[in-house]
């Protein structure tokens, strides 16, 4: 594990905080369970670069939560591309949507309530960038809905896949862990992409469909 001297180092030498990210960031914390379910700073400088290198049309991203990442993938979009984001808790809607108003950035992002894996196959888009950050037991069947929808040499990026390093302990009884074991054994016996995994705060796995 990285120490917090060596975060905040980090935290210091890379871009600075976007202040509409910065506070909700802060307001994630104050209101919701689970606020380090947010992104934060150094994954979300990340993201955001990544976007911009892929430059891509049309994004999706799985689990909204409070917004912080849909906010940070959408200012890589090309001009008149958007983000479809997938949040199951309707609750979070109105938080995350003033957010992305707040950013400029919510006639580029739209919002949509449900089950991500009841919603995907009804999804009209080709897609150039998918995050999928849901149900840590549901990665394997977001991939597999998710896949068709990828266009060739476009790129998925999933979180959280090393889980508080519970991946090298087979025997876990977490479900969530099991979830997440199970998609990166898939992900790694599949030949058809490329992949990485990144030990960026929980691990994120680049996923590269090739052309």
Known sequence: MISKKLEQYISEHISEEDPVLEDLYRQTHIRFVNPNMASGHSQGIFLELISRMIQPGYILEIGTFTGYSAICLAKGLRLGGKLL?????????????????????DSSIVQLTGDALEIIPGLDYMFDLVFIDGDKREYTGYFNRVFDKVNHGGYIIADNTLWGGQVVEPDTADPQARGIIEFNEMIRNNNSIEKMILPLRDGLTIIHKQL
Do not use: H, Q, V, W
């Not at 199951?88 to 400029?104: C, P, Q």
């Open 85 to 105: 984001t997938i949040e199951i808790n309707d609750e979070l809607t109105d938080f995350a949507g003033s957010y992305f108003k707040r950013a400029g950035l």
